[in-house]
């Protein structure tokens, strides 16, 4: 079992719509975690921290369930420049694991 | 702040022959990060170390492939007697252990090809 799985995608949706990424890991003593953007050809870049008790930043909301060992991504209103590969990331005891990715395109 | 570095961006190479790659992690960061990635996959872990020590190598990594960070700040990442299957983007990141959640910040990469 791979330590860190994502949905496999891809994600074709249309402007404005809502879309759910979830991740699920096999660390249960796993510390932080994260969800990243990468756009094509470019490095990773960081999108959100999560945290604990869920947190949001404009308009994508991290949540993260330790009894399930998942973590989820929520982007609401999608805008084209949304379009991108998103990928969850989750430390262990130092070590940082990433999901495979999932393909996000947003179209008009 | 520069940025997480890495040299070259690009490295051309026959199969068989020796190539080394180098990061230069952000200054203050003690964290240090290897990842290589393929084509429609996401970052595969390779290694890290915490100042001057690895502290994890991945048991998917053969012995063809070495990394040292000699005096905890920049590291070098080597693959001897290159396979064609080596071939993909070698990622470096840092992070500050000190840092919330402790993120990582990621260089532009060194593109491997293999021919």
């Known amino acids: 079992r791979k330590e860190v799985e994502q949905d496999p995608g891809p994600f074709n949706v249309p402007e404005g719509a809502t879309v759910a990424f979830n991740c699920t890991y096999s660390?249960?003593?796993?510390?932080?975690f994260f969800w990243y953007r990468q756009d094509c050809r470019k490095e990773p870049k960081l999108l959100m921290s999560?945290?604990?008790s869920g947190n949001e930043d404009g308009r994508f909301t991290a949540q993260l369930n330790r009894a399930s060992q998942y973590i989820s991504l929520l982007i609401r209103d999608s805008k084209l420049s949304d379009s991108a590969t998103y990928l969850c990331?989750?430390?262990?005891?130092?070590?940082?694991?990433f999901g495979a990715g999932t393909r996000l395109t947003v179209k008009p | 702040d520069t940025g997480v570095s890495q040299d070259p961006r690009h490295k051309i190479t026959k199969r068989g022959q020796n190539v080394t790659f180098r990061c230069d992690p952000i200054s203050e960061h003690n964290r240090l990060y290897w990842y290589r990635q393929t084509l429609g996959q996401g970052p595969e872990f390779l290694t890290y170390f915490q100042n001057e020590a690895q502290l994890e190598k991945s048991r998917l990594l053969s012995d063809r492939f070495s990394a040292e960070r000699p005096k905890g700040s920049f590291s070098t990442l080597e693959i001897q007697r290159t396979e064609q299957g080596d071939s993909a983007m070698y990622l470096c990141?840092?992070?500050?252990?000190?840092?919330?959640?402790?993120?990582?910040?990621f260089g532009n990469g060194t593109r491997l090809t293999v021919t």
């Open positions: 999560v945290y604990s």
């Open positions: 990331v989750v430390n262990g005891l130092g070590d940082m694991r």
């Open positions: 660390n249960s003593a796993s510390q932080s």
């Open positions: 990141a840092s992070s500050d252990t000190l840092e919330g959640g402790s993120p990582l910040h």
